[in-house]
């Protein structure tokens, strides 16, 4: 938090939802993404850096999540209304290409649990890692609804080879304290996997789907 | 048998090496490899690919710079040395091209070219165990492909590739030591894929699956038989599976937030190899360049030794020679330092063959606690 005026970022985070709410109303929920312009570092030979991090609102709340599960993540996951599927429905797709490819694409990510998921490989073929849809393995400790909201709330910061990146932290329905606490986390957390720190970050800028840019470093 | 434990305690700087004595902009030290199965251990080679697109050759044992290949037009992503036939190093590169180095003949020139199936560079190669196959993983094309490619190596022609398994990158490729048909690959897209070359079809081929949920930086065959396979993400996560049933062997994922204070440490370089299943053995680093060596088979992390005063920038890679226990670490600041647990008075100020060496640093003030 250190170099980014607070005020200034309050101020930016209004202008976006000013306009987007009064200005220029838009027919879908906008979404909020934070870019990112980085300076003093060279893609080819410096040491990569990238992250995940959980943010504390969700980003993304219409993210579908399919559970691919053995009976007891299915039963859980009926219970709260959330799409899945067993290892019978799975061997019906056959490996069938097409099937699978249009599994993936109704979805945005998968769970698995820990025994169905070593037999996606033999069951889907590589469909789904194509996609980069691969499912994350869920085992029965955790409760099946806390970890869906773990993965709607993750967000990945991962370095290409050009100095600038973006990740959404969050929409126009969310409150501005919510966007406030979100973008402060992305910043702080991004900041300290580089290696200069501050030194390495150029500019910050703010916008919503539609809107306007602000810049906030 | 001295345990490992003990040998990576009694480690201490032997020697250093530098490549470039510029320090407006050092040269970085990306990978290392090393000739294995030579019959004469002293004059073993290992190759220190940098920035400046070249690769070096070093006397493994005493880090005697041996020569110096102009390899690549643009950054080298990985290098390794036959298996069988140690004179053959192959190097891939973002240039779209993988080469095949003779080291016998001199000036090295490259025995072979190797190109096509796809349009963009490589982002890693590897040599199967009995030095027949060539395999390279390909960074995203334009039509966000992205190919694992393989190649005959003694006659060079393109055997064929795999595209369908890949989301992002291919940032690792390594074939099993001993089983010439099975290969393994680690993606940006955080997947490492193990394939079985017997098969036809790369649906068939595709074995298991293995999900990180991050970025994979290292990977790599260990334990009793080669039968795990473990894997180092960009975000500092270590993670190990038994190979033929997808199972978690061991999973590290805070271990930064394990150890604080004087034995914090900011990123993970490797893997030390160890065929003692049971136990883990990781080099870490620090921001100022000190190496850590970790044990991380209990939950608490314990560090064996700290080796530091060697390198003042990132390390980035390491090679541990298991025959006489030495350590040779290459970083970002132009450096290769050999860490050897006998006591080899250091050699830090001879001049052999007229290679210059780097002053030892001066010990670096810091003002602010970190």
């Given amino acids: 938090m250190s170099k980014i005026n607070r005020d200034n970022l309050?101020?930016?985070?209004?202008?976006?939802?000013?306009?987007?709410?009064?200005?220029?109303?838009?027919?879908?929920?906008?979404?909020?993404?934070?870019?990112?312009?980085?300076?003093?570092?060279d893609p080819q030979k410096d040491k990569r850096f990238s992250g995940t991090i959980q943010l504390r609102h969700i980003p993304k709340p219409k993210m579908k999540v399919c559970i691919l599960g053995d009976q007891i993540h299915c039963d859980q996951a009926k219970a709260n209304e959330m799409p899945c599927m067993d290892a019978?429905?799975?061997?019906?797709?056959?490996?069938?290409?097409?099937?699978?490819?249009?599994?993936?694409?109704?979805?945005?990510?998968?769970?698995?649990?820990?025994?169905?998921?070593?037999?996606?490989?033999?069951?889907?073929?590589?469909?789904?890692?194509?996609?980069?849809?691969?499912?994350t393995?869920?085992?029965?400790?955790?409760?099946?609804?806390?970890?869906?909201?773990?993965?709607?709330?993750?967000?990945?910061?991962?370095?290409?080879?050009?100095?600038?990146l973006s990740?959404?932290?969050?929409?126009?329905?969310?409150?501005?304290e919510e966007v406030y606490t979100n973008v402060n986390l992305a910043i702080n957390f991004l900041v300290s996997l580089l290696k200069k720190n501050w030194q390495n970050v150029r500019t910050l800028h703010i916008k919503s789907s539609m809107g306007p840019v602000q810049r906030i470093y | 048998m001295e345990s490992l434990t003990s040998q990576l305690n009694n480690l201490q700087l032997a020697q250093k090496s530098a490549i470039s004595l510029a320090k407006t902009e050092p040269e970085y030290i990306l990978t290392l490899a090393a000739q294995e199965n030579r019959c004469?251990?002293?004059?073993?080679?290992?190759?220190a690919t940098s920035s400046n697109f070249t690769i070096r050759l070093y006397n493994k044992t005493t880090l005697a710079s041996s020569s110096n290949i102009q390899a690549h037009d643009t950054v080298i992503t990985g290098i390794t040395f036959g298996n069988e036939d140690p004179n053959i190093l192959i190097s891939s590169s973002s240039d779209k091209t993988v080469k095949c180095w003779d080291l016998r003949s001199s000036p090295e020139n490259a025995a072979q070219t190797f190109q096509g199936g796809c349009n963009t560079?490589?982002?890693?190669?590897?040599?199967?165990?009995?030095?027949?196959?060539?395999?390279?993983?390909?960074?995203?094309?334009?039509?966000?492909?992205?190919?694992?490619?393989?190649?005959?190596?003694?006659?060079?022609?393109?055997?064929?590739?795999?595209?369908?398994?890949?989301?992002?990158?291919?940032?690792?490729?390594?074939?099993?030591?001993?089983?010439?048909?099975?290969?393994a690959s680690g993606a940006s897209d955080g997947l490492v894929n193990i394939f079985n070359l017997?098969?036809?079809?790369?649906d068939d081929a595709l074995q298991l699956t293995l999900n990180t949920e991050s970025f994979v930086a290292r990977i790599g065959w260990c334990g009793e038989d080669y039968s795990n396979i473990y894997c180092i993400t960009d975000v500092d996560t270590y993670h190990v599976w038994d190979a033929t049933e997808g199972d978690v062997i061991k999973e590290v994922l805070n271990l930064k937030d394990k150890l604080k204070g004087e034995e914090s440490i900011d990123y993970m370089i490797d893997v030390v190899p160890t065929l003692d299943t049971s136990k883990h053995f990781l080099a870490t680093g620090t921001k100022s360049g000190d190496i850590k060596l970790l044990d991380v088979t209990s939950k608490i992390p314990d560090m064996i030794s700290c080796l530091s005063k060697g390198h003042n920038e990132i390390v980035r890679c390491i090679y541990y020679n298991?025959?006489?226990?030495?350590?040779?670490?290459?970083?970002?600041?132009?450096?290769?330092?050999?860490?050897?647990?006998?006591?080899?008075?250091?050699?830090?100020n001879s001049s052999k063959r007229g290679v210059k060496m780097k002053q030892t640093p001066t010990k670096r003030l810091k003002p602010y606690k970190r």
């Fill in chain 2, 40 to 47: 004469e251990d002293s004059e073993s080679l290992l190759a």
């Fill in chain 2, 198 to 202: 017997k098969e036809t079809d790369e």
């Fill in chain 1, 88 to 135: 019978d429905m799975l061997k019906k797709l056959n490996k069938d290409k097409k099937l699978v490819k249009k599994l993936a694409k109704r979805y945005d990510a998968f769970l698995a649990s820990e025994t169905l998921i070593k037999q996606i490989p033999r069951l889907l073929g590589p469909g789904l890692n194509k996609a980069g849809k691969f499912p």
């Fill in chain 1, 167 to 176: 990740v959404c932290i969050g929409h126009i329905n969310m409150s501005q």
């Fill in chain 1, 10 to 41: 309050r101020e930016s985070i209004n202008n976006i939802f000013e306009f987007s709410t009064k200005t220029k109303k838009r027919k879908f929920t906008e979404s909020i993404e934070l870019q990112i312009g980085l300076k003093n570092y």
């Fill in chain 2, 322 to 348: 298991v025959q006489n226990r030495t350590l040779v670490t290459g970083g970002e600041d132009s450096l290769l330092c050999l860490w050897s647990s006998e006591n080899i008075t250091p050699n830090t």
């Fill in chain 1, 137 to 164: 393995p869920i085992s029965h400790n955790q409760s099946l609804v806390s970890k869906v909201q773990q993965v709607k709330g993750t967000i990945k910061f991962q370095m290409k080879k050009v100095l600038c």
């Fill in chain 2, 121 to 183: 560079g490589f982002g890693s190669v590897d040599i199967n165990s009995d030095d027949r196959l060539i395999c390279a993983g390909t960074e995203v094309d334009k039509n966000k492909d992205v190919f694992m490619i393989f190649w005959d190596r003694r006659k060079s022609s393109y055997l064929g590739s795999y595209t369908e398994s890949f989301e992002n990158e291919i940032t690792q490729v390594k074939f099993h030591p001993s089983k010439s048909d099975c290969i």
